[in-house]
């Protein structure tokens, strides 16, 4: 029997009836913002990570590890690495040595060449301390003063992209630091003043001014509170295939550029409490107890690898040895992104004094990443001496103990190349 009620209680049931239903549909709503924020993959959850570490094999993100000893000859020995700069791309393997010239091996550690042409004359570089590959054409960018040199692989030269002729670049400011993409080139701001509100430039090939590059007014308003102003402040650029990720001094937002140079958000850090704009600080010291981006970051397909400032933050600090020998707390902690799961980590020390990922392939030395290669190559180096040290005071694999039989403490570097795991 269907029950009548008085049409004041009517309206009332009715009422409820409605709010009932606005209600839920504000829950929903308000689960699925929820669930976006969570499911957002751009989200590195970098204070979430703070205590959690723990040591990672290899294996968890790598499908094979390879060392190549690197031919030696009067003509290819390396000597020293300029601040360990290599690069691979197309299985073409690139060393800046520090008496600023170029060598260059094939895949398998033979060598091909030497690219040596510092000067100031034509197709001359005035300094080497930087270089791109274009990974289709293997072509190889050098940047000078207010120009950019364009060579092949086997040190022919192409042609220089000048600078553009602007009243809003200021050359003596641009640093060594920058990247290909397309027929476009950014090149970041080194030296960061109290006013600065550009970070990077893009010109064309026909080197004409495609783009100007500007912090977000929160980090022009940060720095300008700074007391003194560091290399922390400049910002990082990393290259990811045809993108450039864009980091803003201790800014949270990285930034995308593609190759139609459209602008995105590529990432959002999250530093929580250990966030350094919201503490009125007006000095960035190398042990503040703060988090964000500090040196070399690196991405592949599946991961984006970080070496972030941590200071005094995690329980198990970086423990390394200085030029004496003698240990020192290292303020920075090596960590990794997983883009497929939105995962952040920091990794612990494998191995007293190393950094990086544990070789469970071959029980080699540690691994972190030097260079990441378009097609998701991590490659490292090391010497020979280190080398055949490592397999004579620990337990590896038999085939690295035969390679190092094979080898002298004065043959030239031992390449580390591992296959990341892909999409």
Not at 257 to 275: R, V
Request: glycine share 6%; aromatic share 12%; net charge positive.
């Amino acid at each position: 029997m269907k029950i009548k009620y008085p049409q004041v209680i009517t309206k009332i049931i009715d009422i409820m009836k409605r709010a009932i239903f606005f209600f839920a549909i504000l829950l929903t709503s308000c689960g699925t913002k929820n669930l976006k924020e969570v499911n957002d993959l751009r989200y590195i959850d970098v204070a979430g990570g703070v205590g959690k570490s723990r040591t990672f094999n290899l294996s968890e993100i790598a499908d094979s590890i390879e060392y190549i000893p690197l031919e030696t000859t009067s003509e290819s020995l390396i000597g020293k690495i300029f601040t360990n700069l290599i690069y691979l791309e197309n299985n073409v393997l690139y060393i800046i040595l520090q008496e600023e010239s170029l060598k260059i091996f094939n895949k398998k550690g033979e060598y091909i060449n030497t690219l040596r042409k510092k000067g100031r004359g034509p197709g001359e570089y005035e300094f080497l301390a930087n270089i791109d590959i274009d990974y289709n054409s293997g072509n190889i960018y050098i940047k000078g003063h207010r120009k950019i040199i364009e060579y092949k692989n086997n040190s022919e030269y192409i042609r220089t992209i000048y600078f553009p002729e602007n009243k809003e670049i200021d050359c003596s400011r641009l640093s060594s630091d920058f990247k290909s993409i397309g027929n476009h080139f950014l090149i970041n701001y080194y030296i960061i003043k109290k006013n600065s509100i550009h970070s990077a430039i893009v010109i064309d090939s026909n080197s004409r001014l495609k783009k100007i590059i500007e912090y977000p007014l929160e980090e022009q308003m940060f720095i300008k509170k700074l007391s003194r102003i560091t290399d922390i402040n400049r910002p990082k650029i990393i290259k990811y295939k045809n993108n450039i990720r864009i980091i803003n001094g201790v800014n949270k937002y990285v930034l995308n550029i593609a190759e139609d140079l459209s602008i995105d958000t590529a990432y959002i850090f999250n530093f929580g409490k250990y966030d350094v704009k919201t503490k009125s600080i007006t000095n960035l010291l190398p042990d503040a107890p703060y988090l964000w981006q500090r040196l070399g970051a690196f991405e592949s397909d599946n991961y984006l690898f970080l070496m972030m400032h941590v200071g005094p933050i995690l329980k198990k600090p970086t423990i390394l040895l200085d030029a004496h020998g003698k240990e020192f707390n290292y303020n920075h902690a090596c960590s990794f992104f997983n883009k497929k799961t939105g995962e952040f980590s920091f990794i612990d020390q494998p191995m007293p004094y190393k950094l990086g990922f544990k070789d469970d392939f071959e029980g080699g030395p540690p691994v972190w990443p030097l260079y990441i290669s378009a097609d998701n190559y991590m490659i490292s180096i090391m010497t020979a001496f280190n080398f055949i040290s490592f397999t004579q005071e620990n337990s590896v694999s038999d085939k690295l103990k035969a390679m190092a039989g094979k080898l002298k403490e004065t043959d030239n570097h031992i390449l580390v190349k591992v296959k990341l795991k892909s999409l």
